[in-house]
């Protein structure tokens, strides 16, 4: 149900206007959908609506945004810890809570530097808007860390979602481009993690009891900019490979993904990777790319307004600039489309009322926040 959640904003607090879902919108006979560019924001990387349809859009260099579609007001929020941006660092992801309805809890991720070593951090606080408008999160907590913090500023991962009843909440640790830890079970890197909405590990995960890392669900992975649930409770997972190999993969406790084991890509300077194969070992993709896509940001649609597209799987296109269509069918998967965008896709999501909104990662523009509604 959408709620009403009205505010009275000063002039002061209206940093700039976007223009409106109308400012600018394009066509094309090759797509089958048009484009409205509706805000540009500064290298943005993630975004949730809030139920009453304005939405939280966090910023690379560490700025987490309030920002409403329907008049392009965007307002700072407050009370963000600073994040380390070098590199591929940023304040990564923004979920809201299961029951966001009561508790108003804002769930995020970032990248920081402490005692000289780097890592993704959870985090969580309070959404509060005052009656003149200002806006902050209270209480802010991090309450999960990466294991262990290294040095470097990539693959940190960072992407949050919640189980389907809401008891539980899944974090990707990418491998920090030290490829080994994605093995090593005592690390958290180059995980998937299912941990209490406290960020405590899970009771019952399934490796616990082996000698893991206890928030361990599965391992073996690369640099996880991309999780969600279907309809049906199954967990879907986006990773960038190395030179070749980008993946989807399904999701299963415990199971082992290979890297750096086994890739359908290569090393970038040339050495070979073992392809994954049958008994192997290792859970192999559903989908994989090479040449790559380069993904960011993934979505489950489960909207109305593209019938066509319900139960399907959008992934972001950095280095493709494009944005794919993955085709579920219970357990498999399979490519569908790909759509040239024209510039680097950051984060696919899914609005209100099943519009597929887009941010840009910058570059021709400073990361431009589209909505696309069919065509005709």
Same mark, same amino acid.
């Given at each position: 149900?959408?709620?009403?959640? %009205? ?10 206007? !976007? ?106 606080? /309070? ?31 960072? /992407?949050? #979602? ?16 030290? %490829?080994?830890? #994605? ?15 406290? !960020? ?39 990773? %960038? ?125 400073? !990361? ?9």
């Amino acid at each position: 149900m959408r709620h009403s959640m %009205m505010f009275s904003l000063p002039l002061a607090l209206i940093a700039c206007s !976007g223009g409106g879902a109308n400012s600018q919108t394009a066509a094309s006979a090759e797509k089958p959908f048009k484009t409205s560019v509706i805000a540009d924001f500064e290298s943005p990387w993630a975004m949730t609506f809030l139920p009453d349809g304005r939405a939280l859009v966090t910023e690379k260099a560490g700025e987490m945004i309030l920002f409403d579609p329907k008049n392009g007001t965007k307002i700072p929020v407050g009370g963000i810890p600073q994040s380390d941006s070098a590199g591929q660092g940023a304040l990564m992801d923004v979920v809201l809570s299961p029951t966001f309805d009561d508790d108003k809890m804002v769930y995020f991720s970032f990248s920081e530097a402490r005692d000289g070593v780097k890592g993704v951090a959870l985090a969580k606080g /309070r959404f509060n808007q005052a009656s003149d408008g200002a806006t902050k999160l209270d209480d802010v907590a991090v309450i999960f860390r990466a294991s262990p913090y290294v040095d470097g500023n990539g693959h940190y991962s960072g /992407r949050i #979602a919640f189980s389907p009843d809401g008891k539980y909440l899944f974090f990707t640790n990418g491998e920090r481009q030290k %490829m080994d830890p #994605a093995q090593d079970p005592k690390s958290t890197l180059g995980k998937v993690l299912r941990l209490n909405l406290d !960020g405590t590990p899970a009771s019952g995960n399934p490796l616990a009891a082996k000698g893991f890392n206890p928030a361990i669900w599965s391992y073996g992975h690369r640099n996880l900019l991309g999780i969600a649930f279907d309809a049906d409770g199954r967990l879907w997972e986006q990773e %960038m490979g190395p030179k070749g190999g980008d993946e989807v993969n399904l999701i299963k406790p415990g199971l082992n993904y290979g890297w750096p084991k086994v890739s359908n890509g290569s090393h970038y300077d040339g050495r070979d990777i073992p392809d994954h194969a049958a008994g192997d070992g290792y859970e192999a993709p559903k989908v994989s790319w090479n040449p790559v896509i380069s993904p960011g940001g993934l979505i489950y649609y489960s909207g109305d307004l593209f019938p066509q597209w319900k139960g399907s799987l959008f992934i972001g296109g950095l280095s493709s600039q494009s944005l794919v269509r993955v085709k579920l069918d219970g357990e498999t998967a399979s490519k569908a489309d790909q759509w040239d965008m024209g510039a680097r896709i950051r984060e696919v999501e899914q609005g209100p009322d099943g519009a597929l909104w887009l941010l840009e990662d910058g570059g021709k523009s400073q !990361g431009r926040l589209l909505k696309l509604t069919p065509a005709a």
